[in-house]
Each structure stands twice: as C-alpha cells, then as structure tokens.
T-cell receptor, first 118, second 114 residues
Framework: AQKITQTQPGMFVQEKEAVTLDCTYDTSDPSYGLFWYKQPSSGEMIFLIY??????QNATEGRYSLNFQKARKSANLVISASQLGDSAMYFC???????????????FGAGTRLAVHP | ETGVTQSPTHLIKTRGQQVTLRCSSQ?????VSWYQQALGQGPQFIFQ???????GRGNFPPRFSGLQFPNYSSELNVNALELDDSALYLCASSLGQEDTGELFFGEGSRLTVL
C-alpha cells in the first residue's frame, strides 16, 4: 500500500489566489512527522513546512499552512496568495519515527505539479 | 541556498560502468542521506550515514554503496550500472536527530545510463 498518496498530478491557480494540495498518508507508527517540499526545475528540494504527529496546532510558515487532520490521515498544504515563483513540483513526505529505526528516512509521494497563471 | 553541494551535476555512463557521486553537506551537519528520484516520481531513500557509519538503508542492492568522510562529506558509488539507474540522485544533510529532522537537499546529480 502507498504510504503517501498525492492524488493531484497537476494543479493550476491564478496568481494571488489560494490553492490546496492534497496529501494522505498511511502509517501505524504512533510517532511520525509530515513534510512538504518544493522542487523547482533546478532539482533542489526546498523545505516548506513540517507537522509532528503530536502537534496540537496546524503548522504555518509564512504563506504556507498545513491542514493536519489526524483522524483522516491527511496533511494538505495550503498556499495563500500564490505567486508566479510558486510554479514547481510539490512533494509530501513522511518520517516514521519508530519504524525508521531512528534515522532520517523520508517517504515521498509522487508529487503534484503546480502552475501559477498570471 | 541550502549549502549542500553535489558534483557532478550531469553525467552520462554506459551499462556496466561504475559511477561515483559526491556531496558536501551543510556546515555543521553530521548526517548525510542519499535519495534516488526517477523521472516523474518522488525521491526514494537509498541510505544514510551518521558520523562515517551507514546507519540506515532502503531497498537498494549492494551495488549501491557509500562513504562518509571525517569532514562529513559523502560519496555514493554505483557499480555495474543498469538502464534503470538513470535518475536524479539527491544528497541531503541534517544535524543528527533534530526534532524536526529537517533535511537540506542539494540540487542533485542527474545520471543517464545508456
């Protein structure tokens, strides 16, 4: 079974509008972390936001917020006020704290390509 | 910029050859992990080095091997290259087992196997 599922291969949004990128995950590890990364065409993975499984509040980082619904096992990324520079691939990833044996193994989804239109 | 640098950025090899990819981690980071990203897919974990020892490995055959040096830079070696090894290879560094485990990635080495 897929551990990280991103059901939207591609999304587009008008500049200055908000967009939500979907991510669902599957784990039985009681302690885990969820990440979102942006990958522009240069290839570098740029860290955007992190949510720990025990965090009570949804994470926010500037224009990025993570809509964490633990019971539904979803961790959607919300980008507010989209900019042309937001056009890129976006990856959701999970680290299973106990199952990973204590090392920084991230499990990535297949990604969503976001296009921001002027 | 993350401060993680990888070389070479692009290379072409033929089936059966061997390749070495290099990574300089961000200053102060003692943990390096390597990921393989095939075209159109998310990255897949290959292995991780912590203080010069491999301390975690994904589902990759033994012909994928690595090293970490005292300055925490790292190498990924792939022997007996196969066509399916064509991918972007990403190196990521982190500071041990920080709370968030945030990884800082380089821009990758794009390998083409003909």
């Amino acid at each position: 079974a897929q551990k990280i599922t991103q059901t939207q291969p591609g999304m587009f949004v008008q500049e200055k509008e908000a967009v939500t990128l979907d991510c669902t995950y599957d784990t039985s590890d009681p302690s885990y972390g969820l990440f979102w990364y942006k990958q522009p065409s240069s290839g570098e993975m740029i860290f955007l936001i992190y949510q720990g499984s025990y965090d009570q509040q949804n994470a926010t980082e500037g224009r990025y917020s993570l809509n964490f619904q633990k019971a539904r096992k979803s961790a959607n990324l919300v980008i507010s006020a989209s900019q042309l520079g937001d056009s890129a691939m976006y990856f959701c990833a999970m680290r299973e704290d106990q199952f990973s044996g204590g090392y920084n193994k991230l499990i990535f989804g297949a990604g969503t390509r976001l296009a921001v239109h002027p | 910029e993350t401060g993680v640098t990888q070389s070479p950025t692009h290379l072409i090899k033929t089936r059966g050859q061997q390749v070495t990819l290099r990574c300089s981690s961000q200053s102060g980071h003692n943990t390096v992990s390597w990921y393989q990203q095939a075209l159109g897919q998310g990255p897949q974990f290959i292995f991780q080095y912590y203080r010069e020892e491999e301390n975690g490995r994904g589902n990759f055959p033994p012909r994928f091997s690595g090293l970490q040096f005292p300055n925490y830079s790292s190498e990924l070696n792939v022997n007996a290259l196969e066509l399916d090894d064509s991918a972007l290879y990403l190196c990521a560094s982190s500071l041990g087992q920080e709370d968030t485990g945030e990884l800082f990635f380089g821009e990758g080495s794009r390998l083409t196997v003909l």
